[in-house]
């Protein structure tokens, strides 16, 4: 029985990638992780080595990201899952975004939990991603109906709106289905109405399972196309961000050219580079995620850049 996985990328996203340094995600090998450890004994016999996932999104606007680098980013991360993935076995589809000026309700503090007449009115800037919930219930319901094999249907989302689609999954002998739930399980979590409605349900991802499923920092060849050169994880989604900006930026002023500091970040650290200063216990690009150890390396970055000042060479 071959396993079809379905990812709604915003919602795994704002449910469980953001503000962690594990957004350089490998979903399906997330997914295969949950499948093993969590799938019933039957369903599991039953499973054969066949995994084809659709990663559905929408590409980010910059103006309601606030980031100068967010398309970029997402790029190169759409551009890694399919430098490992052949075709025939990932695939992205892109919905869209819509921005619209809007007037609401705001609500009363004296009156918190209610809404009333006397709740002022305010304009506000309604961000809505559009069709992410039609593909998927189209894509999956294509899948069921032209390939009659049993087939194990795994959603990663925790959007009531699948309800519709997995009621008339189950109506089909033939599909077993799955829901993870892209939440915390602890501010967070899973929708009941979809837990109820499938063959076995994830609660729950742990943050120890983003980070057993992480992509190689650098991505330098690819299943389908030959590279022209690698693909990085953004310095925008290491743990500890802010200090990764600092570091970039003083690194590129000494050295004028990202390759070179992205070698340099890379490298194994050299032994009793600074005076009264811990070595670097592995390559800076690994110690980014932690505050403590990014602030390790901005010490060695800062003696190294005032060492090719003074040297003029790098």
Not at 96 to 125: F, I, S, Y
Not at 154 to 163: I, K, M, Q
Request: glycine share 4%; with cysteine; aromatic share 8%.
């Amino acid at each position: 029985m071959k396993t079809r996985i379905y990812i709604d990328g915003y919602n795994l996203y704002y449910g469980a990638l953001k503000n962690t340094p594990y957004k350089w995600l490998d979903p399906i090998e997330l997914v295969k992780n949950a499948i093993t450890n969590s799938v019933p004994a039957k369903i599991l016999a039953e499973l054969d080595n066949v995994v084809i996932t659709k990663y559905f999104t929408s590409e980010v606007i910059p103006k309601i990201t606030f980031s100068a680098t967010a398309t970029t980013d997402q790029k190169a991360y759409h551009q890694a899952l399919q430098c490992i993935y052949p075709e025939e076995i990932f695939t992205i589809i892109l919905g869209t975004h819509t921005v619209n000026p809007v007037t609401l309700r705001q609500v009363d503090p004296m009156r918190p939990k209610e809404l009333h007449a006397g709740c002022p009115q305010v304009n506000v800037w309604r961000i809505e991603e559009k069709q992410t919930d039609i593909n998927i219930a189209v894509h999956a319901l294509m899948d069921a109906f032209s390939d009659p094999s049993p087939q194990h249907f795994v959603f990663v989302s925790n959007d009531t709106d699948l309800c519709p689609l997995l009621d008339a999954l189950k109506k089909m002998g033939h599909i077993k289905t799955a829901v993870i739930a892209p939440v915390d399980g602890i501010y967070r979590h899973q929708a009941t109405d979809l837990a109820l409605r499938v063959d076995w349900a994830k609660k729950e991802i742990k943050p120890e399972e983003l980070k057993a499923a992480q992509l190689e920092l650098r991505i330098e060849s690819s299943v389908r196309a030959e590279l022209k050169s690698s693909i990085r994880k953004p310095l925008d989604w290491f743990g500890a961000k802010e200090l990764s900006g600092q570091i970039f930026e003083i690194l590129f002023a000494a050295m004028k050219k990202r390759n070179k500091v992205c070698q340099w970040l890379e490298q194994q650290p050299v032994k009793n580079a600074i005076d009264g200063v811990p070595d670097l216990p592995s390559p800076a690009i690994d110690l980014l995620d932690d505050i403590d150890t990014a602030q390790l390396v901005l010490i060695h970055t800062q003696a190294y850049a005032d060492f090719l000042s003074t040297n003029g060479k790098s």
